[in-house]
C-alpha cells in the first residue's frame, strides 16, 4: 500500500486564525482527497486534489474557506481558514491510483489524519 | 437514494461468534466494492477489497458480493473483541469515483 503522512498530528487553534496541513505519499498517485470527520460521524468529502489545476470541491465547501494545493503527485495541502469552533474535526488526506511496479492501484487509503480543535 | 447505504449499527455480537455486516449500493455498473475497518479516533484502514460476484477469503474475513442484487456484505468468523470498531463499505463506480457509507459499529462481547 501507498504510505501517507500528515503535517501536523494535532493542534489547537484560535478562533479566527488559519490552519496548514499537508499530505506526503510515497508513491506517485493520481487522486488525492481530503475528507473531514467530526466525532461520531462518517466520511465527509471536502474536495478532489487534482495536480496542475484546482481543486473540485464538494456541495457545501468552498475554495476560500478550504483551499487547497496539489503541486505535484505526491504532495498536497489543505489550509482551513478564518477557522471556528464548528471546523474542529479530523481532517484526513486519501489517495487512490498509486503506482508501484509498473501497475497502477485503485483501491483508496487513508492519512493518519490531523485532529484540529479551534477554540 | 443515497451511493451506498449501511445499517449504523450498532451491531453486538459475543466473542467467537460471525459478525455479518451487510451493504447495498445503486450504481449497477460499479465494479470495485471496499470494506474498510475504523477504530475509534484513528484513520480507516482497508482491510478488504471484492471485485467479482462471489466469495472472497482473507483469514477470518469473507467479503460477499451479489451484482445482481447490488448487495455486497463482510463476515468476520471468530470474532475477537479487538475487531469491536466503525465498518465502511466504499464502492467504486467509476475510476476516479469513490463513494463511503456512514458505516456499522460492530462490538464484539468478551
Known amino acids: 500500500s501507498a504510505v501517507i503522512s500528515q503535517k501536523p498530528s494535532r493542534d489547537i487553534c484560535q478562533r479566527g486564525t488559519s490552519l496548514t496541513i499537508q499530505c506526503q505519499v510515497d508513491?506517485?498517485?493520481?487522486?488525492m482527497f481530503w475528507y473531514r470527520q467530526q466525532p461520531g460521524q462518517s466520511l465527509t468529502l471536502i474536495a478532489t486534489?487534482?495536480?496542475?489545476?484546482?481543486?473540485?470541491?464538494e456541495s457545501g465547501f468552498v475554495i476560500d474557506k478550504f483551499p487547497i494545493s496539489r503541486p505535484n503527485l505526491t504532495f498536497s495541502t489543505l489550509t482551513v481558514s478564518n477557522m471556528s469552533p464548528e471546523d474542529s474535526s479530523i481532517y484526513l488526506c486519501?489517495?487512490?491510483?498509486?503506482?508501484?511496479?509498473?501497475?497502477?492501484?485503485?483501491?483508496?487509503?487513508f492519512g493518519p489524519g490531523t485532529r484540529l480543535t479551534v477554540t | 437514494q443515497k451511493e451506498v447505504e449501511q445499517n449504523s449499527g450498532p451491531l453486538s455480537v459475543p466473542e467467537g461468534a460471525i459478525a455479518s455486516l451487510n451493504c447495498t449500493y445503486s450504481?449497477?455498473?460499479?465494479?470495485?466494492f471496499f470494506w474498510y475497518r475504523q477504530y475509534s479516533g484513528k484513520s480507516p484502514e482497508l482491510i478488504m477489497f471484492?471485485?467479482?460476484?462471489g466469495d472472497k477469503e482473507d483469514g477470518r474475513f469473507t467479503a460477499q458480493l451479489n451484482k445482481a442484487s447490488q448487495y455486497v456484505s463482510l463476515l468476520i468468523r471468530d470474532s475477537q473483541p479487538s475487531d469491536s470498531a466503525t465498518y465502511l463499505c466504499?464502492?467504486?463506480?467509476?475510476?476516479?469515483?469513490?463513494?463511503f457509507g456512514t458505516g456499522t459499529s460492530l462490538t464484539v462481547i468478551p
Open positions: 486519501s489517495v487512490l491510483g498509486w503506482t508501484s511496479g509498473g501497475t497502477t492501484s485503485y483501491e483508496q487509503y
Open positions: 508513491s506517485q498517485v493520481t487522486m
Open positions: 486534489a487534482n495536480q496542475g489545476s484546482e481543486a473540485t470541491y
Open positions: 450504481d449497477r455498473g460499479s465494479q470495485s
Open positions: 471484492i471485485y467479482s460476484n
Open positions: 466504499a464502492v467504486n463506480p467509476r475510476r476516479n469515483q469513490f463513494y
